[in-house]
């Protein structure tokens, strides 16, 4: 399914929210696979990507970091996922690269508290909380909404 939503030809799409949920609930997909997303050709009015509920939150934020799609966003969002410190310090090492974001959103994710310190002292436009119960696997009760003009909301991928 990640297939075909990233070699989608959508030009129209300015807001992408793929909930990916956890492997323990059907969910196989590999960071890799975001790389035809990444690259924005395909999604050329895309300012808006959530990338919620992702195990390999970390390799996307690499992948990401790299990727011309990045200098278009306005915000990304990647909460409930396992982003942690390894994923924390890389988007420290790019704070520069995200200047052009409105928002970063790091709702409930595996940050450690120090990293979320420094990620919010990169600016206003970072958001990181944690209530103390860490990332959320179980995503899958989540209703999508439904596909509109700019908007795409996937319920579940893997």
Known sequence: MVRAIVEANWPELETL???FGSAKSGAEVDARELAPLFSGERFPKLKHLRLQACEFADEAVGLLLEAPLLSRLE??????GL???????????AAPKL???RKLTLVETAVG??????LRAVGPQVKVENSGYGPNDSVDHFVPS???DG????LHVG
């Open 17 to 19: 929210t793929l909930w």
């Open 75 to 80: 915000s990304v969002d990647l909460s409930y």
């Open 83 to 93: 982003l942690g410190d390894a994923g924390a310090d890389a988007l420290l090492h």
């Open 99 to 101: 200047g052009q974001l």
């Open 113 to 118: 508290a120090t990293a979320r310190e420094l």
């Open 146 to 148: 439904a596909a509109g």
């Open 151 to 154: 908007f795409v909301h996937v």
